[in-house]
């Protein structure tokens, strides 16, 4: 088994570190540092697409909803965080990653250290410690000798918990720090939202939050696109797709952008696999053409038949 890491493999453990690892990203061009947040693997999705596999982590389980309030998770340690992203960087910034096996074989074009990205196990802002941890990143940021222009702030996140006050908090601080939000938005139609991203959190709660957060700050959106059981979506749900997207744009918000991708990474879910990226260009097209925003998409090859 080769140990060189690629856009395959986003493994969320590196050396002895619990919440902090390095991987190298489609979506960053190069090397992105991985704040994990929910080390238990608890989400408020089950998206059937998710590489993180639940049910070996809790036998038996599939989606891990957050605990009751009277049954707090675990608490992510700030300091442990400070610590290990604090050693990470150092070892970026003196050029000594490249040179550890994982990283060896990395192209040149990809050896640069693009964002220090809040992702993981599960929903970042499902963390309690949630707005400490963006301004315990902030500042080992800034410790580290790195700056805003050099090394962004990215929050990859399912927008469901946008309407409360801690993190709306934490969603100010990475845009005042010149971060990037990435709000996931995978359908147009409450059904295919509760089919691709199974949760019982209504669909209509994530628009208002996407549409309430963009009027304020400014957002990325991030769509992931398959197909199911050997099916694409449908040209009907990607009307209704769009036509979200112009209903955000009518109603004043801000976005940046339109991050379409599909799947890269072996799912939970056998059944899902990629679209080709003919598929995802085409989609591409007709989101330009209706929404007038920028779109970028980015290829996957699982279960696609591979031509050589």
Known sequence: MSNSLDFKAHPRSWRDFKLVYPVIARRSKGL????NL?????????????????????????LIPLPPKNLPRPKVELAEISRELLSLLAIV???TLWNEPEFATTPENLKRLNDIAFSGDGEPTACPQFSGAVQAVIEARALAGFSSQTVKLVLITNATR?????????????????G??????????????????????????????ILSVSGELPLNIQTCMMRVNGDAPSLAEIEAYIHRLVYFLENGAKLNTVQLYTVARPPAQAFVTSLSV???????????????????FFGGSVGLTQKG
């Open 162 to 178: 946008f309407h409360r006050p801690n993190v709306r908090e934490g969603l100010r601080a990475i845009v005042a720090a010149q």
């Open 278 to 296: 003919a598929e995802l260009a085409e989609i591409a097209e007709l989101i330009r053409q209706r929404t007038g925003l920028s779109v970028e």
């Open 180 to 209: 990037e939000i990435w709000a996931k938005l995978d359908a147009g139609t409450p059904e295919y939202f509760r089919k691709i991203d199974k949760t019982n959190i209504d669909y209509g709660r994530v628009l208002e939050n």
């Open 93 to 95: 910034k003196d050029g």
């Open 38 to 62: 929910n080390p238990d693997r608890v989400c408020n999705f089950d998206c059937i697409y998710c590489e993180v596999n639940r049910t070996d982590f809790h036998p038996g389980k599939g």
């Open 32 to 35: 992105s540092i991985g704040v």
